[in-house]
C-alpha cells in the first residue's frame, strides 16, 4: 500500500510540474498576444515636440546596419539629431555610417571616436562619450541592431509626456531570420525574453527593462551624474530602472515594439549570447534564477519522464507539442518573420526544441564561470553585475 500511495504521489508532482511550466508558457504566449504591435498604434498627435538626441553606440558590423540605421535617421520626429559612438574612425561599420549620413542630409548628426574600455562597462563609456555632445531634453539610447518603425519616437516622446517618465522602454522582437541560429534568436526574443518582460511588469509589477531602446530624461539621469554613475556594471539596462525607481522617478514600458535584426547569427554565436545573459541574471537575483527551469518545459520534461512511468510518452508529446503551438501563435502575433519566411514556419518546431536544450545547457554556466565574452573582451562579473577592478559601486549601496 505504501510503495503504491508514494508512487502515485511520485506521479503526480511530475505531471504537476508540468503541468505549471505549460501554464507560464500559455500566459506568456496570452500576454505577448494581448501586447502585440499594432500597426497604427505609434500615430499619435504631440501636445509638444521636445528635442531629442538620439544615441547609438557601434562596434563592428551588425546584420543589417545600413537599414538599421536609416530606420533611425527616418524615424519621422521634427526635432531630433543622431550621435554615433564607435571605437576608432578605422571601425569596419563607419563606411556604413558615412553613407546612411549623406542619404539624410537634413539630419543633424556627428560621430565620434570614443575608443574601448574593458575596465568599465563598454557601452555606458561610449554613452558617457556621447553625453558630453548632447543639447537635448531627452536622450533616446539604441543599440545598433535595432530597426525601428517611423512612428516609434513619438509614440515613446507621447508616453514620456502623458505619464511623466523618467525611462520609457520598448519591447523587441527579434526578425530578419535566415539562418537556424538567427531562428533561434528570434525565438529566444519573441517568447522566452518578450514574455519574462510582459509577464514582470504586468503580472509582478516588476520594473524590468531591456535596453536595447531607451527614451530617458536628461534632467533625472542628470540627478546621478549623468550615465556615468553606472559604469561600474554590466547590467546597465537593470540598474537605471532601479536607480531610477529607488529616486521615486517613473519608469514606463511602451507597447511599441522595436525590431531587434538577427539574420545570420550561428548556433555558437546564439549560445554564446545567452549564456551571457544567464550570468547576468545569476548575479542579480540568484533565488529567482534558481526558478528558471520552471519556464523551461522541455527541462520539467526531461526531469520528470523517469517518474511518469507509462504516462510519460504521451504527456510528454502533448506537452511538446503544445509547446510548439504557442511558439507559432507568437510568432504570428508579433510577426518577425521578415527573413525568409517559409523557412522560419518550417524550420521553427526544430528550433523551438534545439532553443530549450541549449537554454538548459546555458542555465547551468553561470554554476562553473564567472566570465562573458562581451563586445570584444572577456570581463569578470562580480556581485550584482559589478566589474570588479578593486572597486565598489555606487549603485551596490542604495544610493
Known amino acids: 500500500m505504501i510503495p503504491g500511495y508514494f508512487t502515485g504521489m511520485v506521479h503526480l508532482l511530475a505531471g504537476g510540474l508540468i503541468v505549471l511550466s505549460m501554464g507560464f508558457a500559455c500566459l506568456y504566449a496570452a500576454l505577448i498576444v494581448i501586447h502585440r504591435p499594432r500597426p497604427g498604434a505609434s500615430n499619435r498627435p504631440l501636445s509638444r515636440y521636445p528635442r531629442v538626441n538620439v544615441l547609438l553606440t557601434l562596434r563592428h558590423m551588425d546584420d543589417g546596419l545600413e537599414e538599421n540605421l536609416s530606420s533611425v535617421f527616418s524615424c519621422g520626429y521634427p526635432n531630433y539629431s543622431v550621435l554615433l559612438a564607435v571605437d576608432t574612425m578605422q571601425d569596419p561599420c563607419i563606411a556604413t ?4 549620413r549623406s542619404r539624410f542630409p537634413g539630419i543633424s548628426s556627428k560621430v565620434i571616436a570614443a575608443g574601448h574600455t574593458q575596465t568599465s562597462n563598454p557601452k555606458i563609456s561610449k554613452l558617457s562619450r556621447l553625453e558630453r555632445e548632447c543639447d537635448a531634453e531627452l536622450f533616446w539610447v539604441l543599440d545598433s541592431d535595432i530597426r525601428v518603425g517611423p512612428g516609434t519616437l513619438s509614440a515613446l516622446v507621447h508616453e514620456y ?9 520598448s519591447p523587441i522582437r527579434g526578425d530578419g531570420a535566415r539562418t537556424f541560429g538567427s531562428i533561434l534568436e528570434m525565438s529566444y526574443l519573441n517568447f522566452f525574453l518578450s514574455g519574462s518582460v510582459l509577464c514582470a511588469w504586468n503580472l509582478m509589477r516588476q520594473r524590468v527593462i531591456v535596453g536595447k531602446s531607451l527614451l530617458i530624461d536628461r534632467q533625472a539621469i542628470d540627478q546621478f551624474g549623468g550615465f556615468s554613475y553606472f559604469a561600474d556594471v554590466l547590467a546597465e539596462d537593470h540598474w537605471l530602472g532601479e536607480a531610477f525607481a529607488r529616486s521615486g522617478i517613473p519608469v514606463r514600458c511602451n507597447y511599441t515594439w522595436v525590431d531587434n535584426i538577427k539574420e545570420s547569427s550561428s548556433v555558437a554565436t546564439f549560445f554564446n549570447r545567452i549564456a551571457r545573459w544567464a550570468k547576468l541574471r545569476y548575479h542579480l537575483k540568484r533565488p529567482l534564477y534558481l526558478l528558471e527551469p520552471l519556464l523551461n518545459p522541455l527541462a520539467i520534461i526531461l526531469l520528470c519522464l523517469p517518474f511518469l512511468g507509462k504516462a510519460a510518452m504521451p504527456i510528454a508529446g502533448a506537452a511538446l507539442l503544445l509547446r510548439i503551438v504557442l511558439e507559432y501563435i507568437v510568432l504570428l502575433a508579433v510577426e518577425g518573420h521578415r527573413g525568409n519566411r517559409i523557412a ?5 518546431p526544430a528550433a523551438v526544441l534545439a532553443k530549450d536544450l541549449l537554454m538548459i545547457a546555458a542555465y547551468v554556466m553561470p554554476f562553473f564561470s ?5 563586445r570584444g573582451g572577456s570581463i569578470r562579473i562580480g556581485r550584482d553585475t559589478l566589474i570588479p577592478f578593486g572597486r565598489e559601486s555606487r549603485l551596490l549601496d542604495g544610493a
Open 344 to 348: 522560419v514556419l518550417c524550420a521553427l
Open 97 to 100: 555610417v558615412e553613407r546612411v
Open 161 to 169: 509626456l502623458v505619464r511623466d517618465a523618467g525611462i520609457v522602454f
Open 370 to 374: 564567472s566570465t562573458i565574452n562581451w
